[in-house]
């Protein structure tokens, strides 16, 4: 692989991005994908910033609950494949890198810092009990206080774990696979160096390189071979991260769009300016997925979706891990393989 790869993605990425010109106050996370070409162009297809996530447990498909960078600019993504007619092709014959300027939530984002302390994910574990020593290698759901009431509880797995199922089975998801069965895995992510991080790679290799292969063999899949780096690209976005308050804004970009990203409030989901009466459903949400795709029965549309045993049983597998970790956190964090008799995972995940 050309060394320089990881680079001119992130660069491609955040140049995109800062194009936007979008004004916002406070820091934010900035991520997206993009495709590289046999002849080593860059294609960006989606780029995205975000870092909040609605703390709801109720299904809605008309929002856009997980407002972490990674994830929407995954669902720009599989909007790009909807809306431009080319970014399919480009998807399916390149490679597809993900570029974000902070560790992802959850497993990779437990890292040593230059005076020996560690680097604490806000990502909990099944219970949501308060890790004074954190459990490196476990499936966790989406940041939030440990006291944090059940009803308003995240049921989104972190974005570590997501990154693990996009590279086990495909980016498009089971939504979009119908349309476009060909086979679209995550090849690699890069991220920003971070402050005073001093074994981030070793993390990134930990709990997205290693757990992506365990989710395979565990599913019965041959392994992803998932590439992590480190670059500089992004660092200055990434030490503005935690200072002051955090962006309240989502915002997307992807090819098709028009001229205009979308730009959300992240602590509803809803584009930034809808009134609560209007009900104004983002292009992101799911509900406009099936609406372009001409879906009425969704839970149909899935269900006969190819390589749908595959989705599930990655699923199944996390969720049984999640279970585990919550009952055992003293296990070691060997693999994603749950031993026979482990009940299961006792908060419902929600769809991503």
Not at 215 to 225: D, I, K, N, Y
Not at 242 to 252: E, M, Q
Not at 295 to 303: E, G, I, S, Y
Request: hydrophobic share 40%.
């Amino acid at each position: 692989m050309d060394p320089t790869r990881p680079t001119r993605v992130a660069e491609a990425i955040l140049q995109k991005y800062n194009s936007l010109q979008v004004k916002d106050e406070g820091w934010t996370v900035v991520a997206g994908i993009a495709a590289v070409d046999a002849g080593g162009h860059v294609h960006v297809l989606a780029a995205a910033s975000g870092c909040k996530c609605v703390g709801k447990l109720e299904k809605c498909d008309d929002v856009v609950r997980d407002g972490h960078a990674e994830v929407v600019a995954r669902r720009a993504f599989r909007r790009a494949l909807l809306d431009d007619a080319d970014a399919y092709d480009i998807a399916r014959s390149g490679e597809c890198w993900l570029f974000a300027t902070a560790p992802p939530c959850g497993d990779a984002a437990i890292y040593e810092l230059d005076d020996s302390t560690i680097a604490f994910s806000g990502a909990k574990l099944g219970d949501w009990r308060r890790e004074d020593t954190q459990v490196t290698g476990a499936v966790r759901l989406k940041p939030g206080r440990s006291d944090v009431p059940v009803d308003r509880r995240s049921g989104s797995l972190s974005c570590s774990d997501k990154i693990l199922k996009w590279s086990v089975c495909g980016l498009p998801g089971a939504l979009l696979r119908a349309r476009f069965p060909d086979d679209i895995p995550l090849k690699g992510v890069v991220v920003s160096a971070q402050p005073r991080a001093a074994t981030l790679e070793q993390a990134l290799d930990r709990a997205l390189f290693q757990r992506a292969e365990y989710l395979a063999a565990a599913c019965h899949e041959r392994p992803p071979l998932l590439r992590t780096r480190v670059t500089d690209v992004g660092a200055d976005v990434a030490a503005r991260r935690g200072v002051g308050k955090p962006s309240s804004l989502i915002v997307a970009w992807w090819r098709g769009c028009g001229p205009s990203p979308e730009i959300l409030i992240a602590a509803t989901g809803r584009p930034r300016g809808a009134t609560k009466s209007s009900k104004a459903v983002p292009r992101l949400a799911t509900a406009s997925f099936l609406e372009k795709l001409g879906v009425r029965d969704r839970a149909a549309h899935v269900a006969k979706a190819p390589r749908r045993a595959l989705d599930v049983a990655a699923r199944e597998v996390l969720r049984a891990d999640l279970a585990k970790r919550s009952t055992h956190p003293q296990l070691p964090p060997a693999c994603l393989l749950v031993p026979e008799g482990v009940d299961g995972c006792r908060v419902r995940l929600d769809d991503d």
